[in-house]
């Protein structure tokens, strides 16, 4: 049953009238349900009969991503985009910041099963899934999708790679879901443990997303441990927004949601084979987003896949519109650098400097300490548990000269690089 319904071979003119319809009733729904929204549209002089295509989008303004948590707390607890009260949600995550993302009753609310299947997962299937089920959304909307499939999912979340690789060997796990160097840290302790694809590993299919995903670590996990790996794309606020097939030649977009590329200079459309930034209009009975801005960088194909399936593709993340910065699966906000830096007091100023190391995130706060303060190993500890405390992740601390600070404009700078 999931195997057809993924196959999305919808024919172009009918696609383009089944989304006049879901875009007609979203922004009804929204309208009538989502106080905010229809704040912003009443501010804006727009109607929900005013909005008949996707160009008359263009008469709503932009929700952000990077402005959730300040309209959240102007209207707790979501900001007033949510159509029901928070008793009526099935689940509420936190993300940093705080920002609270709220799963609706509805069991597909995160619409993740057709990834699954296209990255050949199947009934039957072991699969460890690797993402945190503390606070984040990831580990529990994958761990359903699974369950909906018929798989079996062990609930192995972060960290302690010798075990991960021991569950892998003794419960014969097939699948796999998590990040992609994860995946490689997991297979490399395997290895050193004896145990190889075919001699002690079952291992064929994984699905990865949280970084990215360079051709060169795809090649290494296919050629050396014999795994399938297909990408997905997807936020803990709309759940999934594209995933990879068969041919591994970009992310399809998933018809159940409604998607503009928006020129992150202009904000005009951006065309097809143009960098533009992802914009989410969500039909959903509990969070009916309208116009929501990821932040993310993409470029979109609407070309003929092999596969068979119509959807326009994603063709590859490109970066953010703000220096936000995805490391290890996790938003690093430079706000966030502010907030260490006023949370110990002898620090004059912070930035975080994310580099890859082998096919691993690495992240290191560079401190400038106020005249007069010398550095110690006790406030490195204190600096590195407080990075860990508001970002979830943790950090190496170099103590530097202000003359040291590369872009000191910057709170954050990303040098990593992907092949």
């Not at 909005?51 to 900001?79: C, N, S, Y």
């Not at 002690?200 to 399938?228: C, H, I, N, Y």
């Not at 912070?350 to 190391?357: L, P, S």
């Amino acid at each position: 049953m999931f195997y057809d319904e993924a196959r999305e071979t919808m024919p172009a003119v009918k696609r383009a009238e089944a989304q006049r319809v879901m875009l007609r009733e979203t922004v009804r729904y929204a309208y009538e349900h989502a106080p905010a929204t229809r704040r912003k549209m009443d501010e804006a002089g727009v109607r929900p009969g005013d909005v008949e295509e996707l160009a008359d989008l263009a008469k709503i303004p932009l929700t952000r991503k990077a402005d959730l948590k300040h309209i959240q707390k102007g209207e707790p607890p979501f900001g007033g985009l949510a159509a029901v009260p928070p008793r009526a949600m099935r689940r509420i995550y936190v993300s940093p910041g705080p920002t609270f993302d709220p799963e609706g009753r509805d069991e597909t609310h995160w619409r993740w099963e057709k990834p699954f299947v296209a990255a050949g997962f199947r009934e039957g299937d072991i699969v460890q899934n690797t993402f945190m089920y503390h606070f984040s959304p990831a580990g529990l909307m994958f761990d359903e999708a699974l369950l909906r499939l018929g798989c079996t999912v062990i609930p192995a979340g972060v960290g302690n790679t010798e075990l991960q690789a021991q569950v892998m060997k003794e419960l014969c796990v097939t699948g796999y879901v998590g990040t992609p160097s994860f995946l490689m840290s997991i297979l490399e302790k395997a290895k050193e443990l004896g145990y190889t694809s075919g001699d002690g590993l079952s291992l064929r299919v994984a699905l990865v997303t949280g970084e990215m995903l360079p051709e060169s670590l795809r090649k290494r996990l296919r050629d050396e441990f014999g795994v399938q790996v297909r990408q997905c794309y997807g936020t803990a606020d709309v759940g999934s927004l594209g995933y990879e097939c068969a041919e591994a030649n970009g992310m399809h977009v998933p018809d159940e949601i409604l998607l503009e590329m928006l020129d992150p200079a202009t904000g005009a459309p951006a065309p097809p084979g143009a960098i533009g930034e992802v914009v989410v209009t969500l039909p959903n009975r509990a969070y009916p987003l309208v116009r929501f801005a990821t932040g993310d960088l993409s470029v979109l194909s609407d070309a003929p896949c092999p596969c068979g399936r119509t959807s326009p593709r994603l063709l590859k993340l490109v970066g953010r519109v703000d220096q936000v910065t995805k490391v290890k699966g996790m938003f690093v906000h430079p706000e966030q650098v502010a907030q260490i830096v006023s949370k110990v007091p002898e620090m004059a100023s912070a930035q975080f400097v994310v580099t890859r190391i082998g096919h691993e995130d690495h992240m290191e706060m560079r401190v400038v300490l106020k005249e007069g303060v010398a550095s110690s190993a006790a406030m490195e500890s204190r600096i590195i548990e407080t990075a860990r405390e508001l970002t979830r992740l943790r950090c190496e601390v170099r103590f530097v000269a202000a003359t040291e600070v590369e872009e000191p404009h910057k709170r954050i700078i990303d040098g990593r690089k992907w092949d």
